[in-house]
């Protein structure tokens, strides 16, 4: 049976035929290439080099951005782009996401003429690898502090300090890093191989074990001059590419959520106990009525605010109940959907648990499900509660 | 010179299809695709351009959802799409073949690529028809294809292995399910197709005499549930089960 993914309030037609396109053959690539071989990517540990490559040839990457070699498409059909995506992993959607909001992005808006022209072309094509380093060791929820620093020597930059939890570190060819150069935070790009720069992976992870994640570390790292994004200075810059792709991550929790509640529908309809399949127990409905409702409200409002991110009337708060809301909601249904599934639920033949475990990083990273909560507060309220002093 | 490429667009072969009164509900069908066979058709026509053809025609004749066939045939190469509209829900295969060979004639192309069969009616008969109307010489089943000036070499499966096939002038190929690897179109190749005008054409305006149908579709019925399996457990039923195969399947 071909995959029909939960579209109860018909979203499909208000997109457009290209939209459908694209999204279609995402899907199909996940098909054939992605839940084929998913497990035993997390097994081992890696992003294997062909999903690069395929996801640079289907022309993807730094979906929304124009220009310079980039596909220049709706937000639509970039949410989309991750809903498939992350249909297959949170892991391949993390890929992408990285790629195209948090590398490509800032370099399409704060760089150089010389800097979109080296990198962005290589970058939309897979044939560079980008990752963003922003959270530090001690530095997690509140990046304005962090302690990495770059100093001006005159002829070059000299970066000190340490990023971690960085996904794509360690396969990347360039790092868009945020470091303080003279008490203010400002891009800079470190290419793999710079003096002083290395990028060891960290291991172990229960979560998105498909995707790399890294230190990166420099120890009186030389950078030339003429590798500071030029155009933005303070937390403006991170936090403009985390809307992006917390934007796109509104979407692909929907697809995690689609694949959790596909497998629980059918598990549920074939599964017997009590002599009747487990679907026809009015609790199981109950559940399953629940994920139907919340990925249909989820659906809505990712595709509500990829028209607000098209006609440019959206503002940060939006993306943050989005991106809160449907991570939460896939979480739960992820949960809900491996009860159902029994003890089958923690086999790896069954997405749910690696959906499961997946979700809990995506709630935690692109600012937690917390700190969304607190740009809503302050909001609401107009009073800021991230920190006690006024 | 050109090469065209006839496509088919059938319910997706994993797509559920059930009858309603005494025909199949189109309604019910979720996903339409471009027929199998017809796809390795499309994709070496692609592979012909890149050694050297001029101009890739995709062609289709059916309802309006077809011209999706030909917009994905253009995300992946085609250079012009000519559809030929129609609502009928059966065509006798004489007609279908007249319309479509009018079609070519119409695109210019001395080179005409296909499916073996249709996925939906497995009749066989699209690529032969068109090959005698138009008075080309036809290649069936053939899984690869490749131009060397003006000849054709194609390999075919026959009676006794591969056979190689090499054609100098106009020719119909029909096309078998072969090792190539279909290529998946990218997001540039779908931004340039939406671009990309779709002659739609009536049958009307072919200006082709088309005479009365000699066949026509009766009813379409589901095939017969299959019966539930039968379970044996045990030694004790190891003499009921070989008497079963022996005389109900017939197998041993
Ligand atoms: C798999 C993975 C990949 C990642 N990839 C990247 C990457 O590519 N680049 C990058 O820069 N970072 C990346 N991160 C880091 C991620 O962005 C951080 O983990 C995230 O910002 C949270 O920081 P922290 O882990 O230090 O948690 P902390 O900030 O220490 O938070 C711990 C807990 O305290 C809560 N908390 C914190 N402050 C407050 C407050 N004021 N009020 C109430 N509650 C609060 C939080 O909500 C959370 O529940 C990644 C993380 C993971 C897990």
């Known amino acids: 049976m071909a995959y029909e993914a939960l579209d109860f309030y018909d979203i499909d037609s208000l997109l457009t035929d290209e939209e459908r396109m694209i999204r279609d053959v995402v899907r199909d690539w996940v098909e054939e290439r992605i839940l084929p071989n998913i497990e035993d990517a997390c097994r081992e540990g890696v992003f294997p080099d062909e999903w690069r490559a395929d996801i640079g040839e289907m022309g993807i990457l730094g979906a929304p951005l124009k220009g310079y070699g980039c596909p220049g498409l709706s937000y639509t059909a970039y949410g989309l782009i991750c809903q498939e995506l992350e249909r297959g992993d949170s892991g391949v959607r993390s890929f992408a996401s990285v790629q195209g909001s948090l590398v490509m992005y800032p370099i399409w808006d704060f760089g150089s003429e010389e800097q979109k022209e080296k990198y962005l072309p290589r970058m939309a094509s897979g044939e560079l690898v980008g990752c963003f380093g922003l959270t530090e060791p001690d530095y997690g929820s509140n990046p304005g502090d962090m302690i990495t620093k770059a100093e001006d020597k005159g002829d070059y930059f000299l970066l000190n300090g340490a990023k971690m939890w960085i996904t794509n570190g360690t396969i990347a060819d360039l790092a868009v890093v945020w470091a303080k150069l003279d008490g203010v935070i400002r891009g800079f790009i470190v290419e793999k191989g710079d003096e002083g720069f290395t990028a060891p992976e960290m291991k172990g992870k229960h979560s998105l074990k498909a995707s790399i994640t890294s230190e990166l570390v420099f120890q009186d790292c030389k950078i030339p001059k003429d590798r500071i994004l030029p155009d933005v200075k303070g937390l403006r810059g991170p936090f403009s590419c985390l809307n992006n792709a917390r934007f796109g991550i509104s979407w692909g929790a929907v697809g995690a959520a689609q694949s959790c509640f596909n497998s629980a529908k059918e598990y549920a309809l074939s599964r017997i106990q009590f002599g009747h399949p487990i679907a026809s127990f009015q609790l199981v409905q109950n559940k399953l009525s629940w994920m139907l409702r919340e990925i249909t409200k989820g659906q809505l409002l990712a595709y509500h605010l990829g028209k607000k991110k098209d006609d440019g009337t959206w503002i940060p708060e939006q993306i943050s109940l989005a991106k809160m809301n449907n991570v939460d909601m896939a979480l739960e249904i992820a949960r809900m959907s491996r009860d159902i599934h029994g003890a089958n639920g923690i086999l790896d033949e069954y997405p749910v648990m690696r959906h499961m475990a997946n979700l809990e990083s995506v709630k935690t990273y692109e600012g937690t499900h917390d700190i969304h909560n607190l740009i809503l507060g302050r909001h609401i309220t107009g009073i800021q509660s991230f920190t006690r002093e006024p | ?252």
Not at chain 2, 28 to 53: F, H, N, Q, R
Not at chain 2, 158 to 178: A, M, Q, S, W, Y
């Open chain 2, 1 to 252: 010179m050109g090469v065209a490429v006839l496509l088919k667009q059938v319910p997706d072969t994993t797509a559920k299809i059930s009858v309603s009164g005494s025909r199949v509900d189109e309604s019910a069908i979720t996903k339409w695709s471009i027929s199998p066979y017809d796809e390795y058709a499309l994709e070496s026509a692609i592979a012909l351009k890149e050694s050297g053809v001029d101009e890739l025609v995709a062609i289709t004749c059916g309802p309006q959802r077809a011209s999706k066939c030909l917009t994905e045939a253009a995300s992946v190469g085609a250079d012009r799409l000519i559809h030929i509209l129609t609502d009928a829900d059966f065509m006798d295969s004489c007609t279908l073949q007249s319309i479509l060979s009018s079609a070519i004639q119409r695109s210019g192309c001395d080179i005409v690529l296909c499916g073996k069969q249709a996925a939906d009616t497995n009749s066989g008969s699209t690529g032969p028809g068109v090959a005698s109307l138009l008075g080309y010489s036809c290649v069936g089943s053939v899984t690869e294809i490749s131009m060397d000036g003006s000849k054709i070499s194609a390999t075919r499966l026959g009676n006794t292995g591969l056979e190689k096939i090499e054609v100098g002038g106009p020719c119909v190929f029909t096309f078998d399910k072969g090792e190539v690897e279909l290529r998946r179109p990218n997001v540039r190749g779908i931004m340039m197709a939406k671009k990309k005008p779709i002659e739609s054409i009536g049958i009307e305006e072919l200006g082709i005499e088309i005479g009365s149908p000699k066949t026509s579709l009766k009813s379409h019925v589901s095939p017969p549930e299959k019966p539930p399996g039968q379970k044996f457990e045990g030694a004790g039923s190891i003499e009921i089960v070989v008497s079963k195969l022996r005389d109900e399947a017939n197998v041993i």
